[in-house]
Nanobody, 123 residues
Framework: QVLLVESAGGLVQAGGSLGLSCTGG????????MAWYRQAPGMQRELVAS???????TYADSVKGRFTISRDNVKKTMYLQMTSLKPEDTGVYYC?????????????????WGQGTQVTVSS
């Protein structure tokens, strides 16, 4: 069973906007803390933004004022709205969620990752 499904990324020009989503699968009962990471070629994966179950958000300094993370608990979905994109925002974006999966009549805690989606910003 797929636990998290990310929306497609894309190719955008510098200064443009793009939105990503990450949705829990059918066996996911609840989503707790959630985050977006990205990984540029040859670089380590870095935290972009996070949001707690209470809706408290944090952002990397490099994206503050440009990116907005949000969540819809009913839809089991997290979003990342990216504006004023820069070439240095290019990379594979991954969602990471602490979630509860329905298993064997109970719930199991899982630290899950999405499949990753490519975002490319051209100059």
């Amino acid at each position: 069973q797929v636990l998290l499904v990310e929306s497609a990324g894309g190719l955008v020009q510098a200064g443009g906007s793009l939105g990503l989503s990450c949705t829990g699968g059918n066996t996911v009962a609840r989503l707790d803390d959630m985050a977006w990471y990205r990984q540029a070629p040859g670089m380590q994966r870095e935290l972009v933004a996070s949001i707690t179950t209470a809706g408290i958000t944090t952002y990397a300094d490099s994206v503050k004022g440009r990116f907005t993370i949000s969540r819809d608990n009913v839809k089991k979905t997290m979003y990342l709205q990216m504006t004023s994109l820069k070439p240095e925002d290019t990379g594979v974006y991954y969602c990471n969620v602490h979630l509860w999966e329905r298993l064997g009549g109970g719930l199991s805690a899982v630290d899950a990752w999405g499949q990753g989606t490519q975002v490319t910003v051209s100059s």
